[in-house]
Nanobody
Framework: QVQLVESGGGLVQAGGSLRLSCATSGRTSGSYTMAWFRQAPGKEREFVAAIRSSGTTYYADSVKGRFTISRDNAKNTVYLQVNSLMPEDSFVYYC????????????????WGQGTQVAVSS
C-alpha cells in the first residue's frame, strides 16, 4: 500500500510559480513511477508529468518547458515545479503512483492523492 498526500497549491497571479509536493509513504514507494495529473470540474483528468524510479521524466506537450517534475527518494517526496502559470493551468492537481513504467493513462495508476487546488488569476 502507498499513501500520497499533496500540498503546495494556492492562488497565484499569471506568470507566477508554485512548487507542488507529494509526500509518499508505504512499502517500496521509492521504486514506483510517480506522476502528476490535473482535472477541472466536470472534465476528465489529464496527464501532466511522470518520473520513473530511474529519474527519467515525461511531460505533456502543454507543460513542457514550464513544469518540472522531480523526486527526492530520501525524503519520500515528489515535486512539481510549475512556472509561468497561466489561467488555463487552474486545476486540481493530483499525485499518482504505479509500480511499473510511466504511463499517461489515468487507469494505469494504482494510488492517488486527494489533490491540491491551483488557481491562477489573470
Amino acid at each position: 500500500q502507498v499513501q500520497l498526500v499533496e500540498s503546495g497549491g494556492g492562488l497565484v497571479q499569471a506568470g507566477g510559480s508554485l512548487r507542488l509536493s507529494c509526500a509518499t509513504s508505504g512499502r517500496t514507494s521509492g521504486s514506483y513511477t510517480m506522476a502528476w495529473f490535473r482535472q477541472a470540474p466536470g472534465k476528465e483528468r489529464e496527464f501532466v508529468a511522470a518520473i520513473r524510479s530511474s529519474g527519467t521524466t515525461y511531460y505533456a506537450d502543454s507543460v513542457k518547458g514550464r513544469f518540472t517534475i522531480s523526486r527526492d527518494n530520501a525524503k519520500n517526496t515528489v515535486y512539481l515545479q510549475v512556472n509561468s502559470l497561466m489561467p488555463e493551468d487552474s486545476f486540481v492537481y493530483y499525485c499518482a503512483a504505479r509500480s511499473t513504467g510511466a504511463s499517461v493513462r489515468t487507469p494505469d495508476y494504482t494510488y492517488w492523492g486527494q489533490g491540491t487546488q491551483v488557481a491562477v488569476s489573470s
